[in-house]
């Protein structure tokens, strides 16, 4: 009875192993047209497709109709695939993959799931590629004059057409390689070659050398509220140069120097910075602009000793922050040379104010020269150019000691008045002063005590 038992069990265990190996071979049998379980290409799931299943779901999942060739100066050039005789095919790589898998080794890859990615095998029509290549605009904008110039634009630039010059030949290798890898961004900035040069570009290089060491100044002026550089564009026009735009050259070779581009230079500087003898746009304290005509005060540049600095400077290509020689120079050098410290007399009004870097420090009533004797006080831009205490002011008919004197122009200034008891209105219409700005006895000392030789008084009706 036993053996009987133990016999049932022994052909019960073949007859399930032989089930299993007929199965085995079964869905092994069933994988032999397609690809085997747990394969993945690109994130497709590939298990019991044909290859032509699979490429064409990778084909619809690549999703480009197009290339892009990119040059090395960042500029794109699209092509399209169908221009070039592209279609997106994975057949070949597929085949290689299944024809890789046993069928009958199927469960080997239960065990490791195999993924893979494939780039699309892209093969143009080398005759359509080399057409769309010359129709893109990649050679057109690369393209150079395969010469060496010296050209006068702002300042004198060279055009170098032997360097860095698209080698067509080298792009088309590229581009076809890229596509054959599958890569649809393709730089081609490492396409580009120098050409040789010939002797006259040789020499046309070395004259460059000079022409750019000429036209590069170390020097920079500062000219108060900003610097001006002497960049080549200004630098350029110092070069002496034949009727015909050649360069002139002296019996060393050297470059020659124009002096009168320096004057040129200094005409232009002196026109946007000198000040003086120049009417002066002020802003109010009463809310207003005012032109202010005349006056004793600003800036101007000492042209003859600017000349000669500047001739020797650049000439020993000195490098440095210059500031200008002045005839006159005002208490804040530039354009805007009153600045934000300055005594304000406004004569319609008959209003003395004191600004202090920028800050309103000192406001009064004043009475200034008498306009009804003809006495009126003078408009202009002048500066305090001196300060003296206990001075006795004449003039025709009158000696009036003073203790706080600041002349302006000439014998017109500021000074106390302690005869007077009341200023402002239009006193200064019947009963003005003979020209100067008459101030309050207790205010002149205050007034007197935070100004200096130089601070720019502004006066105007």
Not at 264 to 280: S, V, W
Request: proline fraction near 3%; include cysteine; charged fraction near 25%.
């Amino acid at each position: 009875m036993a053996g009987r038992k133990g016999l049932a069990i022994q052909l019960t265990v073949i007859f399930g192993a032989l089930l299993l190996a007929i199965l085995y071979f079964v869905l092994g049998s069933a994988y032999r047209g397609g690809f085997g379980p747990g394969t993945f290409i690109n994130g497709v799931y590939c298990t019991g497709k044909s290859v032509e299943q699979v490429n064409e779901e990778l084909k619809e999942r690549f999703g480009k109709d197009s290339f892009s060739v990119w040059d090395a100066y960042g500029r794109s050039y699209v092509i399209a695939f169908s221009a070039v005789g592209i279609e997106i095919d994975y057949t070949s790589q597929l085949e290689d993959i299944q024809a890789g898998q046993n069928p009958f080794l199927w469960i080997m890859n239960l065990v490791d799931f195999r993924y893979r990615e494939l780039l699309p095998q892209i093969r143009p029509d080398a005759g359509l590629l080399e057409k769309e290549l010359a129709a893109c605009g990649i050679y057109e904008d690369n393209r150079k004059s395969e010469d060496v110039e010296i050209l006068r634009e702002e300042c004198y630039v060279l055009r170098d057409g032997m360097q860095d010059v698209l080698d067509e030949a080298a792009v088309m290798q590229t581009v076809k390689d890229s596509l054959q890898a599958g890569v649809t961004e393709i730089d081609v900035s490492a396409c580009y070659a120098d050409l040789p040069y010939t002797q006259d570009m040789l020499e046309t290089l070395a004259l460059w050398k000079k022409v750019e060491a000429f036209q590069t100044c170390g020097i920079v002026y500062d000219m108060g509220d900003g610097l001006v550089e002497l960049t080549p564009d200004i630098v350029s026009d110092w070069i002496l140069i034949k009727e015909n735009g050649d360069f002139l050259l002296d019996e060393n070779g050297e470059l020659m120097l124009r002096e009168e581009g320096i004057e040129e230079f200094l005409d232009a500087l002196c026109e946007e910075y000198d000040t003086y003898g120049r009417p002066h746009v002020f802003h109010a304290t009463r809310g207003e602009e005012v032109t202010v005509e005349g006056g004793t005060y600003g800036s101007e540049i000492d042209r003859a000793a600017e000349a000669a600095y500047l001739k020797q400077a650049f000439m020993d290509k000195v490098e440095e922050v210059h500031i200008p020689s002045y005839t006159r120079e005002a208490y804040v050098r530039g354009r805007d040379d009153i600045g934000d410290t300055y005594v304000e007399v406004d004569m319609t009004q008959q209003k003395l104010y004191y600004y202090e870097n920028g800050q309103l420090f000192l406001e009064t009533d004043v009475v200034t020269g008498n306009t009804g004797r003809r006495m009126g006080t003078p408009e202009g831009v002048n500066y305090i150019y001196s300060m003296q205490r206990n001075r006795t002011l004449r003039g025709p008919g009158y000696a009036t000691f003073v203790k706080y004197w600041m002349p302006v122009k000439g014998n017109v200034g500021l000074h106390d008045a302690s005869w007077r008891k009341e200023f402002g209105g239009e006193i200064y219409k019947t009963n003005g002063s003979h020209g100067c700005v008459n101030v309050p006895s207790d205010i002149m000392p205050k007034l007197y005590e935070r100004l200096e030789v130089g601070v720019p008084v502004v006066m105007f009706y």
